[in-house]
């Protein structure tokens, strides 16, 4: 019923199956049905520029499309995304009534593997809730703490170490237009676990090598860590390693 939803008169509905050796998505990601306010007429478009520019901080996210009900099941050999190259990208996209799923999407780049599940609703473009569900294995200790900055705030021991770890975290929250956090909102939990790390040479270093006699001139290892962490409305507990 592709026709009758290009004219507002129903919903579209299918199930698709993409198999690519190569795709570029953020450039599909730009051929997403417009909403109602990007449909606006020229004249109100030329109004909303002339707001931008007098109020900079004006925000459009991403309404999802409630007359549509798509299933897309994807499998990509090297895919193009987020300004990253990514290697066996597959899973399902689901959108339906107005709520986008991600059901175990999983890539390979070359910080980790990844898998990702995820709902990202819609009810109000002020009041917009998202909910995921994200593992990454064999990451890089280094590479983890540049992707997500603030766990060396929460876990500031660990830029001590090199090494694999492993990092999980499942979270719940309504952001504003701009994808702000609300705090009064917010659920997650996450942990980290890493194996047969090293003990870089650091001021950490120093204090646990006076305890335990560490000795400088040879590459210390760890047998294993382990780090848990819950978030709760705007209260954080990190959990003894």
């Avoid at 998505?25 to 109602?36: A, F, M, N, S």
């Avoid at 306010?37 to 004006?58: G, L, V």
């Avoid at 959108?95 to 986008?100: E, I, L, S």
Wanted: proline share 3%; hydrophobic share 40%.
């Amino acid at each position: 019923n592709f026709g009758r939803w290009t004219q507002h008169k129903d919903t579209l509905v299918g199930v698709l199956n993409f198999t690519s050796s190569n795709t570029d998505v953020d450039e599909l990601l730009t051929l997403l049905p417009k909403t109602e306010e990007d449909t606006a007429s020229a004249e109100t478009a030329q109004a909303d520029a002339a707001q931008e520019t007098a109020d900079s901080t004006e925000a459009h996210p991403f309404l999802v499309p409630k007359t549509v009900n798509l299933t897309l099941n994807t499998r990509i050999a090297n895919a193009h995304a987020l300004n990253r190259d990514l290697k066996n990208l597959g899973g399902s996209l689901v959108v339906r009534d107005g709520t986008a799923y991600l059901d175990q999407m999983g890539f390979v780049c070359e910080a980790a593997k990844l898998q990702l599940s995820a709902i990202y609703k819609t009810p109000q473009r002020e009041h917009i809730y998202v909910g995921l569900d994200y593992h990454m294995v064999d990451i890089d200790i280094q590479q983890l703490i540049s992707m997500i900055p603030q766990l060396d705030t929460l876990v500031p021991m660990l830029s001590s170490f090199r090494g694999k770890a492993q990092f999980h975290v499942a979270a719940e929250t309504y952001v504003n237009e701009r994808y702000e956090f609300k705090p009064s909102t917010i659920r997650g939990a996450c942990s980290i676990e890493g194996k047969d790390l090293v003990l870089l040479d650091s001021e950490t270093f120093s204090k646990i090598a006076k305890i335990l006699m560490f000795s400088k001139k040879t590459e210390n290892k760890i047998d294993s860590l382990s780090a848990q962490i819950t978030l709760y409305k705007d209260e954080i507990t990190v959990y003894p390693f």
